[in-house]
T-cell receptor, first 115, second 115 residues
Framework: AQSVTQLGSHVSVSEGALVLLRCNYS??????LFWYVQYPNQGLQLLLK??????LVKGINGFEAEFKKSETSFHLTKPSAHMSDAAEYFC?????????????FGQGTILTVHP | DTGVSQNPRHKITKRGQNVTFRCDPI?????LYWYRQTLGQGPEFLTY????????KSRLLSDRFSAERPKGSFSTLEIQRTEQGDSAMYLC?????????????FGQGTRLTVV
């Protein structure tokens, strides 16, 4: 069984400030981890993915995430927030093999960026 | 590649009516997934297909729900005798599931409102 916990349903930052969105996972098998972004009334867009290669993963729009097995974490960061980053962010986990692509999502974190 | 397409984007129906949604996956993708997302929550897995075979169904998929993918291309999700609790965003995603399995790409969703 797999699960994801996103700490903080709302995060608010100033434009230019560091963005840190927290994600902890639970998995009985080696996990594959993803961050997706969702804009209002839209589907989900993949930001980045961890698939057991490098533990520091770089994604689109300047985002990156670090897989830390000892902490069961996969936090999302961006050095400098932009107004266009305001959206809802979802962390998700899946197992490999035939289950790959069947995602278990966290509750989401709404990111607000203030001018 | 036009991405995953879902129709309609919005559907308002009266309680007790049947509704059907359509999903057209990315053309070379043989895996297709359905998720449901209620307000303030992350998407929840409903079911998935590999080609025309429905390989897994969530317990969330009650007897009133049925999904098909008759020719391994597009898929339909039907809800019979809709209830107010069925109001949600229904998301479709697709991925490659042979050889190298890719991540899931999402459509923009169908928002169902049951009144």
């Amino acid at each position: 069984a797999q699960s994801v916990t996103q700490l903080g349903s709302h995060v608010s930052v100033s434009e230019g400030a560091l963005v840190l969105l927290r994600c902890n996972y639970s998995s009985s098998v080696p996990p594959y981890l993803f961050w997706y972004v969702q804009y209002p009334n839209q589907g989900l867009q993949l930001l980045l993915k961890y698939t057991s290669a490098a533990t520091l993963v770089k994604g689109i729009n300047g985002f990156e995430a670090e897989f830390k097995k000892s902490e069961t974490s996969f936090h999302l960061t961006k050095p400098s927030a932009h107004m266009s980053d305001a959206a809802e962010y979802f962390c998700a986990v899946t197992a490999g093999g035939t289950s790959y692509g069947k995602l278990t999502f966290g509750q989401g974190t709404i990111l607000t960026v203030h001018p | 590649d036009t991405g995953v397409s879902q129709n309609p984007r919005h559907k308002i129906t009266k309680r007790g009516q049947n509704v059907t949604f359509r999903c057209d996956p990315i053309s070379e993708h043989n895996r297709l997934y359905w998720y449901r997302q209620t307000l303030g929550q992350g998407p929840e897995f409903l079911t998935y297909f590999q080609n025309e075979a429905q390989l897994e169904k969530s317990r969330l998929l009650s007897d009133r729900f049925s999904a098909e993918r008759p020719k391994g291309s597009f898929s339909t999700l039907e809800i019979q005798r809709t209830e107010q609790g069925d109001s949600a965003m229904y998301l479709c995603a697709s991925s490659i599931g042979r050889g190298m399995v890719t991540e899931a790409f999402f459509g923009q969703g169908t928002r169902l409102t049951v009144v």
